[in-house]
């Protein structure tokens, strides 16, 4: 009797498990949804080849290769020559007045001494030295007497013939066009290089910036008068009055071609060649017309 109870039981639950595995199956499960940002498109570039093989080109892994243009046109690139330590003695009394010289990438070139202001030094030149060198010219900066790497003290009395002595130990630089010999000055260094151009006559032309009829017994109007018919160039500050003023007068004494150029706010002498960036391309400018 309970060997047929289990036997039932058993063909029961075996009957269950048919019917349940012969049900149809349920709808698949719903995927989950995951939500990510919104990216705007990437632009697209177009890639520019290079027009040089660039292991073929000159001067790759030398940091000189640094200066050479984007076109890859390495051939008219000029290397400007090294600064030279210039010294030059005194006649007056010895004194070696130190300076340096900048020479131009192709000689003979025409050359400038150029003279720092009152409490100034010769790296005030800077920002006009690079300008005039790229343009073609030697340029000497010098220590005067009691400034700078010169020793001795400020004597502006001797200054004058200091300017002359320079001057003409820059003509005779190998490399330099004796005949295009010029002098640009800054404040006293401004009459300094009017008084010593005036009486030297290799001497060409004479830029002045912050120009003074008298700096500190330095004065100008006898020496633009005997500059004679050499080309002159004044640049002054309007709001720099005595500057202004000196310049205005001295160009009206001016006998051979001369120009006057005011700016605003650009200060005095050298500080001018930092305030007004138009300066260092209007002086070289000047000159390629009066010095070469």
């Not at 400038?112 to 009152?118: G, P």
């Not at 002159?232 to 001016?254: G, K, M």
Request: negative net charge.
């Amino acid at each position: 009797m309970r060997s047929k109870l289990w036997s039932a039981l058993a063909a029961l639950l075996v009957g269950m498990l048919v019917l349940a595995a012969c049900e149809p199956p349920g709808p698949p499960p719903r995927p989950t949804r995951t939500l990510l940002p919104s990216l705007a498109p990437s632009l697209t570039v177009d890639p520019v080849l290079p027009t040089v093989n660039p292991h073929a080109a000159v001067g790759i892994n030398d940091p000189l290769a640094a200066a050479a243009p984007n076109d890859g046109d390495v051939e008219h690139i000029v290397f400007l020559p090294p600064e030279e330590p210039f010294d030059v003695v005194a006649s007056s009394d010895g004194l070696r007045l130190r300076g340096t010289l900048f020479r131009a990438a192709q000689e003979p070139a025409p050359a400038l001494l150029l003279l720092h202001m009152i409490d100034g030094r010769k790296e005030d030149w800077m920002p006009l030295v690079t300008p005039l060198q790229q343009g073609g010219y030697t340029v000497l900066v010098v220590d005067m007497r009691g400034h700078g790497l010169t020793g001795g003290s400020s004597d502006w009395s001797l200054a004058r013939q200091d300017t002359i002595d320079i001057l003409a130990t820059l003509r005779l630089v190998d490399g330099v066009n004796a005949l295009r010999i010029g002098a640009v000055g800054a404040d006293i260094g401004g009459n300094l290089a009017l008084a010593g151009c005036a009486v030297t006559e290799f001497c060409r032309v004479v830029v002045m910036l912050s120009p003074g009829l008298d700096y500190r017994g330095v004065t100008s109007e006898g020496a633009v008068t005997q500059l004679g018919d050499r080309p002159l160039l004044l640049v002054a500050s309007q709001e720099d009055s005595n500057a202004a003023q000196s310049a205005q007068i001295l160009e009206s004494l001016a006998a051979g071609p001369h120009e006057l150029v005011f700016y605003n706010g650009a200060g005095h002498g050298t500080t001018m060649l930092r305030l007004e960036s138009r300066l260092a391309g209007v002086i070289p400018a000047w000159l390629d017309t009066h010095l070469r």
